[in-house]
């Protein structure tokens, strides 16, 4: 793995953060510096604390990051049920997307274990002693 681009949980984000950002396009002007403001943000915010924890370089501080990209991914789904009950999405828009949002928070997840079973191994692949839980 050469960048932070070639982690599929990344990849899944920025899907995502694609679809939202076609989805608020169809929303009503008044809606502008309000919802779509929000959703926007909290959509934009995964893919980005994904790729800032990558340059970390430390599994601490990239297992935080990874930490506030899946906060943000349960304010997209918030908003998301903001959306259905504005009838600005139909109910299978958001299902689509609200099952999108939940795929992302998985792979967050696998990622956040993978990080943390990596930095509780040694060099040569023995549990190192003096880890303590992320």
């Not at 099952?99 to 990622?111: F, K, P, S, T, V």
């Not at 274990?113 to 060099?123: A, E, F, G, H, T």
């Amino acid at each position: 793995m050469r960048t932070f681009k070639d982690l599929e949980v990344w990849k899944k984000c920025r899907l995502l953060r694609m679809e939202i950002w076609v989805l608020v396009k169809t929303f009503p002007p008044e809606e502008k510096y309000r919802l779509v403001d929000q959703i926007i943000r909290s959509s934009r915010s995964p893919s980005t604390q994904i790729a800032e924890g990558y340059g970390r370089y430390h599994y601490q501080e990239n297992v935080q990051f990874c930490r506030i990209a899946r906060g943000s991914l349960y304010e997209v789904i918030d908003h998301l049920s903001v959306c259905l009950d504005s009838a600005y999405i139909s109910s299978d828009k958001h299902e689509n997307l609200q099952q999108l949002a939940y795929e992302c928070i998985r792979m967050i997840n696998g990622y956040i274990n993978y990080l943390i079973k990596s930095k509780k191994l040694s060099p040569n692949g023995e549990v190192n002693e003096d880890f303590q839980n992320a």
